[in-house]
């Protein structure tokens, strides 16, 4: 178990949302979202371990979804939080399936943001290998360089690749190199869709060219009640490209369903 860093705003009396990163970013993603929807609920955007503040764990060299999930529900016990809306982004959706396979009663509520269910292909796995290779050869610098045209919609604002890169160049290798098998070898949730039984909203961008809308459409075609919001003029960062249309998605799913799941 890893302590982990994280954010807070908003009344702590409120339902709580807890904003799980993609990656290799840190909670700094989530920067639009915590500023607007702590108006109207408890905010807690923590950084996974070994990304921005967290540390590393001193024993490990490879994790997995599991460790990162137990790790958030060990901070969601130390802050009070019985259950919450999770919300999580690609890897931080992968993160919110664990959640949901091992301690599915602390959330009351998935947003599942440019994420897939599906486990990696052969062909995934070789790339994770490639990249650990990029990223111990040539540094974080070199990984931007890669994932960057692929993480954004091509018009994407300039400010937002910045910030982007910065996170990236931000993250040790050490994290990259123990969450790239993670990634490889996380199970495959196609079959466990169907049995999700909270409120859930799927979101992706129009352009996601990592998880794209047909992952999108596949999950929320298989949660029972599933909603799914298509963000215009994004890519894989939807929450970061297009804040305000983001926002707003989740905010009427908040609405929706806040009576009685939120807490
Ligand atoms: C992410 O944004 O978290 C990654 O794209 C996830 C992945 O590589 O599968």
Redesign the pocket.
């Known amino acids: 178990m890893s302590q982990l860093f994280f954010v807070e705003r908003g009344d702590p009396e409120a339902p709580a949302v807890v904003f799980l ?5 840190n909670h700094a993603m989530w920067q639009a979202q915590v500023e607007v929807l702590s108006q109207r609920y408890r905010c807690i955007a923590p950084d996974l371990r070994g990304y921005g503040r967290s540390p590393q764990p001193p024993d490990c060299a490879a994790w997995t979804m599991d460790d990162f999930a137990d790790d958030v529900a060990a901070l969601m016990d130390a802050l009070g939080i019985a259950r919450a809306t999770v919300c999580g ?6 993160v919110a399936f664990a959640l949901w396979r091992r301690h599915r009663s602390c959330i009351s509520r998935l947003i599942l943001a ?3 269910a599906a486990g ?1 292909s052969e062909q ?1 796995k070789q790339n ?1 290998r490639r990249h650990a290779e990029l990223v111990r050869t040539q540094g974080m610098r070199a990984f931007a360089d890669e ?1 960057l045209p ?2 954004l919609a091509p018009n994407a604002h300039p400010a937002v690749a910045e910030a982007v890169r910065a996170m990236i160049e931000s993250t040790p290798i050490e994290t990259v190199l123990a969450t790239l098998p993670a ?1 490889a070898d ?1 199970p495959d949730m196609s079959e466990a869709l169907s049995a999700i039984s909270v409120p859930t909203l799927v979101v992706v961008g129009e352009q996601d060219a ?2 794209p809308l047909s992952e999108a459409q596949f999950m929320q075609a298989r949660i029972p009640g599933a909603r799914l919001a298509v963000i215009p003029n994004a890519g ?2 939807s929450p970061m490209e297009q804040p305000e249309a983001f926002n707003q998605a989740v905010l009427a799913f908040l609405s929706e369903t806040d009576s009685g799941s939120a807490k």
């Open positions: 990163h993609g990656f290799p970013f982004l690609s890897m931080g959706g992968y440019n994420t897939k990696d995934a994770r994932m692929k993480l990634l996380r990592i998880s894989h960062l």
